[in-house]
């Protein structure tokens, strides 16, 4: 309990800083069914605005929504006539109801892989899945959430678009912003992958390094929309985040359209911040209150990187306070040593019967190789934590290999080529039969 007031003090300055800047609580933005800003810890409700902290108690705000009047049979049928990305779902998401218009990247609806090679060689009967977001725009699941957070930002009247990012968030808010017209200006760690600094400069956006980890990152951009300086300013991940997070939702919502409007038993999600998770919960959660899934349990894992597994280690210990670490794996768009949703993490994988754990640099350069060979999809190390993290939950008993499971592979291996550079030729040969088969390749 003391241990709850503690985060909330530290999360204090954060948060009189956030109530201060509102630019506008303008209760009539039109952000569809969305209703108002609900504290995730004490419940209380604020309009609709450009604030993630709540005023009474400084916990985290959320969207809450009015769903009343939606009908299942007719919200099934309007979503399987919509468009194939994340708007089939706008009557479920913080978006006017005519966003499949405006221009943005239309991200979603990406690929379900049934990963009947992959099950084979972790021994899997009741049903492998890979749910492929490498097919996102910018190649990461970070397209999903910038939508949302891009039309928060317009309701809201910002100009100017930013974020704190370990990489994927950094191309895909330069990217919407290009396409929104947008001025863009983000912050990375300065040394990331060159991939993900490639992958986020080439979209003609302003791109500032920092000299320090994500956290550093993080806690600059939270002085920045206190100053002056950053006045206009939408970051996407800060004072637009209950807008962003829910970007999130519609993973569930696809996983579960995909399989034919059923609940996966498991699900192995990574964890940065920890946001994804939580959100693919409350994805999970509304489809079973909408009466679009029936109503069973479902399992949800999470999975980190053992060079950062604040998580994990507080999972382990059977902790509900999450410690901080210095991250140091080669799973950069997950290493927040720091990850603001950690204690919802926790909650959420003992309420549903699942788990936390981590997996080596070793383990995840092994699993990136692995689902590579197996189902052809070339995952980022983020994809190899969750793979690699799977193979060891069913290792270890912790994961029924008889159930339905899906995996979140949530980016692009482009990004991180560093991680697998020592795969490459199997052979240099002279242009002759000869040489091809004194290279014992015939
Ligand atoms: C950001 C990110 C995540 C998860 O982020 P959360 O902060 O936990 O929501 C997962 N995978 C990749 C590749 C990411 O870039
Ligand atoms: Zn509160």
Redesign the pocket.
Known sequence: MAKRVVRKMRRKGLASMAVQTVATTDSTVDLGPASALSCRECGHRVPLGPVFACEECFGPLEIAYDFSGLDAEELRRRIEAGPANIWRYAPLLPVPADVAGKPNLNPGWTNLVKADNLARELGVTGGLYVKDDSGNPTH???DRVVAQALEAARAFGFTTLSCSS?G??AGAVGAAAARAGLRSCVFIPHDLEQGKIVMAAVYGGELVGIEGNYDDVNRFCSELIGDPAGEGWGFVNVNLRPYYAEG?KTLAYEICEQLGWRLPDQIVV????????TKIDKGLRELIALGLVEDRPYKIFGAQAAGCSPVSTAFKAGHDVVRPQKPDTIAK??A?GNPADGPYVLDIARRTGGAVEDVTDEEIVDAIKLLARTEGVFA?T?GGVTVGVTRKLIENGVLDPAKTTVVLN??DGLKTLDAVAGTGLTATIRPTLDSFREAGLA
């Open positions: 990461s699941f970070k370990t994927n968030l999130s990574p964890i940065a911040s920890g946001s994804q998770l768009s997950l927040i980022e983020a949530t980016g």
